[in-house]
C-alpha cells in the first residue's frame, strides 16, 4: 500500500521514536539518570528528566540502557583493498624497475601514486559485513579514507544507515588523505621518496594556482596555463578550506607530518600507529591533532624458554605499554580521537579502549575521543558528538557501561533510524534471565538439560511453566499463579537481551524485557559489567644502557669540565701532548694545555692513566636511516633527503657512541648517478631527530659511478633503467646539471618580467641549482681512477667542485681501508691507498659504509699507520679533523681546540690500540655515553626483562589478546636500514632495490 502513495504523502509521514526511562550521557562527563530522548525525522528534538512524549511517537523502554552520543571512527578505510595496479609482481616476486610509461589517466598527475581527485563519495558503500561490524561497535559515523597511493584522495563522512548512499553522505570532501607509505612498484620506493612526493605536490598545487590566477586576471597574450585535475584538486588544501590526513605508521612518521604541513602550511591531523607516547613531549609541540588506533598488540609467545629469547625488550615493552598510549597523550596535551582501524576484529575496539581506561585514561576523555572530539575535527561539532535539541539523531545505546570489559552494544540510532546491534548467543533463551514488565523484576531459569522446563519467580512463589516450546532463540510457555487466569509469555533472545509479550486473555499484552544473568559460580554482575582488572605495569629503570633512545633524558650539561693530567691528542696543531688538561665551558672548549684550573661547580675528571681523543667522525654512514637508503627507481633523485628520514631510535648510534663515534655524514645509496641530499648528525641518543642535525654542516649531495648507477651486470630481472654505462651516468650528471641551468635561466627570466609565469618549483632542480651555486656539496661514491677523472672534469666544466677526489682539484679522499675484491671494480684495491694520497696532500679519511665497522673506526685510523707508516698524530686525523675538512665543519669540530664544540672520547689507553676501550663519550659538554654506568644498569635492565616475560607467559596463558596480533612489528624504526640496491659485494648490499611497501607485504604485513 504504502508504494501505492504518493511521495508528498510518504514524506509528510512522521518518524516519532523515543526512549524512555534510560541512563541518558548528553556529554562527556554529563548523565541524565533517568531520562527521555525523542527524535523527530531524524534530528534529536528533546533530551532531559521530565520531557513529554508525544502522542504520535513510538515509545522504546530503555530500562537497564545507556543511551550515549552516537560512536565516530575518524578513519576507516573500506575492508577489501584494491587490487594492485597493472603489472605489479605478487609479494615476494623479484623486483623489475617501472616501466617507461604508465597508463594513461587523462589531465591529472603523472605519477599514479598522486591521485588527490579520487573521491570516496563516488565510490561503492562499505562492504555490508563491515558496516554492521562498526554499528556492532557502537558506531554510528565513519570518515572513510582512500587506501592507494600517497596522495590518496578526498575523504567522505558518512552514517551508517541502511538508506541509499546519497542519504547517509555528510561531508563528500572532508580532508585530503597523504600517506607517508611508499609505493610497492615504480616510483616513490623509498620512504624519503614519499616524503618528496608529498612536498613536491603541495608546492605544485600553490604553483597551478598562482599561475592560473595570474591568467584568469589577464588572459590576452599570455600562453594557456595547463589542465590538471590532480593539482586543481588540492586547492581546498592549499588553500585553507580542507585538513590533510596524514596517515603515519610509526611516531617518528607522525613527527615527520607535522613538518611537512608546516612547511607546506596546510592545516593537518595525522592518524598514528599507536606508539606515540614514545614521543609525546615532541608530539603535542607540534599541535597537531591525531587519530589514534587501539590495535594493541598480543602477548609475545615466551612459553618456550628458548623461543623467548627471540623476543626483543622492545616488543615486551611495546606489548605492555600500548595501552597506555592514550592516557600518556592526555597527560602530554594531546588532542585525539581513537579509531578501530587496525583491528582484526572491529567489535574489540571497546573492549581495548577498556584496557586503555584501565591504564590511566578518564571515562570522560576515553568517551571524548570518539564523539565530541572526532565530531571538531571532521568540522560536525555542531550536528553531532553530543545529544542536544536540534542535533542529529545518532545514538549509542548499551546494557552496562560503554567501556566496560562485560558492556554491551545493544542498539545504534543513524539520523532517527533502530539497529539493533547485538552477537546471537548459542544458548538462545537457555539460562537465567531477570524479566519484568512494569511490575519490577523476576527471575526467569529455562533450562534443557534433561527434559525442557521453565521456572519464574514470582515474590515467594516460584512458578513452573507449561505448555513449553523452545525453537531457536524464541521460547513460549504458559505461567498460572493459583486461580489467576493464564499469562502466555512469548519471548525472543537478542544476545544477551530478550524481549516479547505477555498476553493474559480477556485482560491485554505488556512489553517483556529481560537481561541474561550470570550462571552459577561466574561471579556476581551488579548493575552491569565487571570492570577491567587494573594492570601494575613492570617498571622500565632509568639507566645508561636502555635499547630505547626516547627513554632517554637529554644529559645534563655541567657548567664546566675539567679532565686534568690525561694524554690529549688533539688532532690539531697541539699534536699529542701528555700529562695535560682539556677545559670544556658551555659546551664549548675553552682550553687545552697543562696546569688549567676548574671553574667554580665545574665537573672534574681524574685523567691519570687515559687519553683524551677528539670525537671520531663517519663520514660516510647509513647506520640511521628509516626504510631504503636508495630512491633506486630513477638515475637522479636529489629531490629526496636523508634528513626525511633520520632514525633517532636506531641503536646503532648508541653503539657508536661507545666506540667514540660523535658524528655520522649520512648518505643516501649508490644506487643512482645522483642521488638524494645527505644528512650530517651528531650522535645525541635520546634527542628526537630534527635535534640530532648540525645545522653549522654545508648541506652535501651523494653521486655515484661505476656498476652501482649503471647496472648493466646485475641481470635483466633487476634492472632496465637508464643508464647502462659508465658513459651513460656521465651523461646523465651532465643533462641533469644542463636542466639546473636551464632552470636558473628561467627564474632570471621571470624576475626581469621576461616571462609570463614564475616558473614551477621543481625541488630536484632547485637541489642542482644550490650545487652550480656552489651551495651544496657533492660526495662521489667511486671506485676506478678513470671515473674519478671523468666526474673531476665534468664539474670543472660547469664550474664546481667535488668533494671527494683529490688534491689539484681541491677535494677530499675518504674510503675504506683494507677492503678489496669484493666486487670486480675494486679488484686492484690495495691497503695502502690511504697512504699514497695522504703522501701526495690529498685530504685523506678512512669511513665505515658499515654498522658494524663504525664503532671501531679508531682501529681503522690505526692503519694507516700499519699500511704507510702515517705518524699516529697523523693517522688519528683520518678518521677525526680529516672528515670534518671534507663536510667544511672543521671549526666547529674535528680537533681539540679553543673554541671548538667540547666533542671528545675518554680511552683507557691510546685510541689507535685495539686494546684500548672508549671509556666516555662526550657531545657538546655533555656526557652520552658512560661504560661504567652501562655496565651498572645491566642487571636493572635483567630484572625488567624476567618481570616483562614472566607477565607475558601469564597473559598468554589466561588468554589475552590485544586484537592487532603482532601488527607491523618490528616498527621501521627498529630495523637497520634497508640498503638493497647497493650492490657492494657485503651481506644486505648486494640485494636488488625493493621497496618497503613490496618488502613488508612479502611480510604478510597489513598496509594503510
Not at 253 to 272: D, F, P, Y
Not at 365 to 377: I, Q
Not at 403 to 408: I, S, V
Amino acid at each position: 500500500l504504502a508504494l501505492l502513495m504518493p511521495l508528498a504523502a510518504l514524506a509528510a509521514m512522521p518518524h516519532v521514536p523515543a526512549i524512555v526511562g534510560a541512563r541518558i550521557v548528553t556529554a562527556p562527563g554529563k548523565a541524565i539518570e533517568r531520562g527521555t530522548i525523542v527524535m523527530r525525522d531524524g534530528v534529536i528534538v528533546a533530551v532531559g528528566e521530565n520531557v513529554a512524549v508525544p502522542a504520535d511517537a513510538r515509545v522504546w523502554p530503555g530500562d537497564s540502557l545507556t543511551v550515549y552520543p552516537g560512536l565516530i571512527d575518524a578513519f576507516v578505510m573500506p575492508s577489501e583493498p584494491q587490487p594492485p595496479p597493472p603489472g605489479a609482481p605478487a609479494a615476494g616476486a623479484s623486483r623489475r624497475m617501472p616501466s617507461a610509461s604508465e597508463a594513461p589517466r587523462g589531465a591529472a598527475h603523472e605519477l599514479s601514486a598522486v591521485r588527490p581527485e579520487i573521491r570516496m563519495v563516488e565510490s561503492p558503500p562499505l562492504p555490508r559485513e563491515q558496516l554492521e561490524g562498526l554499528r556492532a561497535a557502537g558506531f554510528t559515523v565513519v570518515q572513510v579514507a582512500p587506501r592507494r597511493g600517497v596522495v590518496r584522495g578526498q575523504s567522505a563522512v558518512i552514517g551508517l544507515g541502511d538508506g541509499a548512499p546519497n542519504l547517509n553522505v555528510l561531508t563528500p570532501e572532508a580532508s585530503q588523505v597523504v600517506a607517508l607509505e611508499p609505493e610497492r612498484q615504480g616510483y616513490p620506493g623509498s620512504l624519503m621518496g614519499a616524503i618528496a612526493v608529498i612536498r613536491q605536490a603541495f608546492l605544485d598545487a600553490r604553483w597551478y594556482a598562482d599561475v592560473r590566477r595570474a591568467y584568469a586576471k589577464s588572459p590576452q597574450g599570455k600562453p594557456r596555463p595547463e589542465t590538471n585535475e590532480s593539482w586543481e584538486a588540492l586547492q581546498p588544501l592549499v588553500g585553507g578550506t580542507q585538513p590533510a590526513l596524514f596517515v603515519a605508521d610509526d611516531m617518528l612518521m607522525v613527527l615527520r607530518a607535522a613538518r611537512i604541513a608546516k612547511e607546506a602550511q596546510v592545516r593537518a591531523q595525522i592518524v598514528g600507529a599507536g606508539d606515540e607516547y614514545k614521543r609525546a613531549k615532541e608530539i603535542a609541540a607540534d599541535g597537531v591533532p591525531l587519530v589514534v588506533p587501539v590495535n594493541f598488540p598480543d602477548p609475545p609467545d615466551v612459553s618456550d624458554p628458548a623461543d623467548a629469547l627471540d623476543v626483543t625488550i622492545e616488543e615486551l615493552r611495546h606489548w605492555q605499554n600500548a595501552p597506555a598510549n592514550p592516557a600518556e597523550l592526555t597527560k602530554a596535551g594531546v588532542t585525539f580521537a581513537l579509531t578501530s582501524s587496525g583491528l582484526k576484529d572491529v567489535k574489540k575496539f571497546r573492549a581495548n579502549v577498556a584496557k586503555s581506561v584501565a591504564r590511566g585514561l578518564k571515562d570522560a576523555d576515553a568517551l571524548a575521543s570518539v564523539t565530541t572530539v572526532p565530531a571538531r575535527l571532521l568540522g560536525l561539532d555542531a550536528r553531532l558528538g553530543t545529544l542536544e535539541a536540534g542535533k542529529i539523531a545518532n545514538l549509542t545505546v548499551t546494557h552496562g557501561d560503554l567501556f566496560a570489559e562485560n558492556g554491551k552494544v545493544r542498539e545504534v540510532w543513524v539520523d532517527g533510524n533502530r539497529y539493533e546491534a547485538f552477537e546471537r548467543d548459542e544458548r538462545a533463551m537457555k539460562g537465567t534471565w531477570s524479566i519484568g514488565w512494569g511490575h519490577g523484576a523476576h527471575p526467569l531459569t529455562v533450562s534443557a538439560e534433561k527434559d525442557t522446563s521453565v521456572k519464574l519467580v514470582f515474590g515467594a512463589d516460584t512458578l513452573r511453566a507449561t505448555g513449553v516450546e523452545l525453537a531457536g532463540d524464541r521460547a513460549r510457555f504458559t505461567m498460572r499463579r493459583g486461580s489467576e487466569p493464564p499469562e502466555v509469555f512469548d519471548l525472543t533472545a537478542k544476545g544477551d537481551r530478550c524481549e516479547g509479550t505477555l498476553a493474559v486473555h480477556g485482560v491485554g499484552v505488556h512489553d517483556v524485557i529481560g537481561w541474561r544473568q550470570p550462571e552459577a559460580g561466574s561471579g556476581p554482575e551488579k548493575g552491569g559489567p565487571k570492570a577491567v582488572a587494573k594492570d601494575e605495569p613492570v617498571a622500565t629503570p632509568a639507566v645508561m644502557g636502555n635499547t630505547e633512545a626516547w627513554r632517554m633524558a637529554s644529559p645534563a650539561q655541567p657548567a664546566a669540565v675539567l679532565v686534568r693530567n690525561a694524554t690529549i691528542w688533539t688532532a690539531g696543531p697541539q699534536g699529542t701532548i701528555p700529562g695535560a688538561d682539556l677545559l670544556a665551558v658551555g659546551g664549548r672548549i675553552s682550553a687545552v694545555g697543562k696546569g688549567l684550573k676548574a671553574p667554580a661547580n665545574a665537573v672534574v675528571i681524574d685523567g691519570k692513566g687515559l687519553h683524551i681523543a677528539p670525537g671520531i667522525i663517519d663520514e660516510h654512514s647509513h647506520s640511521a636511516i628509516l626504510g631504503n637508503v636508495n630512491e633506486c627507481t630513477n638515475s637522479v633523485t636529489c629531490e629526496v633527503r636523508i634528513q626525511d628520514v633520520i632514525n633517532s631510535e636506531s641503536i646503532n648510534i648508541y653503539y657508536q657512541l661507545a666506540g667514540g663515534t660523535t658524528i655520522m655524514h649520512l648518505l643516501h645509496g649508490s644506487c643512482n648517478a645522483i642521488g638524494g641530499q645527505c644528512a650530517v648528525i651528531k650522535n645525541k641518543w635520546g634527542e628526537p631527530p630534527d635535534r640530532l642535525l648540525f645545522a653549522a654542516a654545508p648541506p652535501t649531495v651523494k653521486f655515484a659511478l661505476g656498476e652501482n648507477p649503471k647496472q648493466s651486470n646485475w641481470g635483466g630481472e633487476r634492472t632496465g633503467r637508464y643508464p647502462q654505462s659508465r658513459a651513460g651516468v656521465e651523461e646523465t650528471i651532465r643533462e641533469a646539471f644542463t636542466r639546473a641551468l636551464d632552470y636558473r635561466a628561467q627564474q632570471k627570466e621571470y624576475k626581469e618580467k621576461k616571462r609570463a609565469y614564475p616558473p614551477r618549483q621543481d625541488l630536484q632542480l632547485d637541489a642542482l641549482a644550490e650545487i652550480l651555486d656552489g651551495k651544496r656539496l657533492i660526495h662521489c661514491h667511486s671506485y676506478r681512477q678513470d671515473e674519478v677523472l671523468m666526474l673531476m672534469r665534468l664539474t670543472e666544466q660547469f664550474g664546481i667542485r667535488v668533494n671527494t677526489e683529490m688534491a689539484a682539484h681541491g677535494a677530499s679522499a675518504l674510503g675504506f681501508t683494507d677492503w678489496w675484491a669484493y666486487k670486480f671494480e675494486v679488484i686492484d684495491a690495495i691497503p695502502y691507498n690511504g697512504y699514497l694520497m695522504w703522501d701526495r696532500g690529498v685530504n685523506t679519511g678512512f669511513n665505515s659504509d658499515d654498522n658494524e665497522l663504525a664503532r671501531r673506526l679508531n682501529t681503522e685510523a690505526a692503519k694507516a699507520v700499519k699500511y704507510g707508516g702515517v705518524p699516529p698524530e697523523d693517522a688519528i686525523q683520518f678518521v677525526t679533523l680529516n672528515p670534518a675538512k671534507s663536510l667544511k665543519i672543521e671549526a666547529r669540530v674535528g680537533s681539540l681546540e679553543a673554541g671548538k664544540d667540547a666533542d671528545f672520547t675518554v680511552w683507557n689507553g691510546p685510541p689507535l690500540s685495539p686494546y684500548s676501550r672508549c671509556e666516555q663519550t662526550w657531545i657538546e659538554g655533555r656526557k652520552y655515553f658512560d661504560r661504567a654506568a652501562d655496565l651498572a644498569g645491566r642487571e636493572a635492565l635483567a630484572k625488567e626483562r624476567d618481570g616483562l616475560v614472566a607477565k607475558a607467559r601469564a597473559a598468554k596463558k589466561g588468554g589475552a589478546a590485544g586484537g592487532g596480533g603482532r601488527g607491523n612489528w618490528p616498527p621501521r624504526y627498529l630495523e637497520d636500514a634497508d640498503m638493497s640496491g647497493n650492490e657492494c659485494g657485503t651481506r644486505g648490499h648486494d640485494e636488488p632495490f625493493r621497496s618497503e611497501t613490496e618488502r613488508r607485504a612479502a611480510r604478510g604485513e597489513a598496509k594503510r
